[in-house]
């Protein structure tokens, strides 16, 4: 659902996807080819949000600040399932692991990897290229050139699901029996581990 507030309209560009579970509430801009799945709630009530192209922000996420703050998620930034933003801007083609929280003022930099349920305490700046984990997160190793390349091929995924949802989710009524001919989908995306074997 996409929520005024204080005449503040969110302003999603027509090739990005907010599912209809998600709220998109106030002060939001949302570039091209964006994701946004159900559960999250993106709220520009005390301040602005901005999604460059290409960002996701997966399910039961939230994005908010303290009043008078404002926060921008760079082109390509991946937010995992779970994970709370608060006041944190993200830079390019970064990945958020899943259950993360990121805190007020933190600055993540371009390229780097937070692993899951890591906590980002406020006012942490990460540099570049950083490999980030732990309660309170620490950097522990640079991001290689291989790392990126996963991670980017993860997000490509995300970035095609807003044009797949569009073309094909729909509400419907469920089956009551398996059928015969149920499908299953193919795997198109390795564990870290799994590409780094290769």
């Given at each position: 659902?996409?929520y ?6 969110p302003v ?5 996807f907010?599912h ?9 801009i949302?570039g091209?080819?964006?994701y946004?799945?159900?559960g999250?709630?993106i ?5 602005q949000?901005?999604?460059e192209?290409?960002v996701n922000?997966q ?7 303290f ?12 937010v ?17 692991g899943?259950n ?9 930099g ?10 980002v ?6 540099p ?6 732990g309660n309170?997160?620490?950097v ?24 797949d949802?569009?073309n094909?989710?729909?509400e ?9 001919n ?7 995306y ?9």
């Open positions: 659902m996409i005024s507030f204080n005449g503040y309209i999603v560009h027509e090739s990005s907010v209809p579970l998600a709220a998109v509430t106030g002060n939001v949302i091209k080819n964006c946004i799945g159900p999250a709630a709220r520009g009530d005390w301040g949000i901005i999604l192209d290409g922000v399910e039961n996420c939230t994005v908010h600040m009043p008078g703050k404002s926060i921008t998620l760079k082109e390509s930034a991946h995992g399932h779970g994970a709370i933003i608060h006041g944190a801007n993200l830079g390019k083609n970064c990945l958020i899943m993360t929280v990121i805190m007020d003022d933190a600055e993540i371009d390229e780097s990897i937070v692993g899951a349920m890591s906590f305490k406020a006012e942490t700046i990460i570049k290229r950083s490999l980030v984990v309170p997160a620490k522990i190793k640079e991001v290689t050139a291989e790392m990126i390349t996963w991670k980017t091929k993860g997000t490509q995924l995300y970035q095609q699901l807003p044009v949802c569009h094909s989710l729909k419907v009524e469920p089956l009551r029996e398996v059928p015969d149920m499908k299953i989908q193919e795997g198109v390795d564990t870290l581990r799994d590409f780094m074997k290769k």
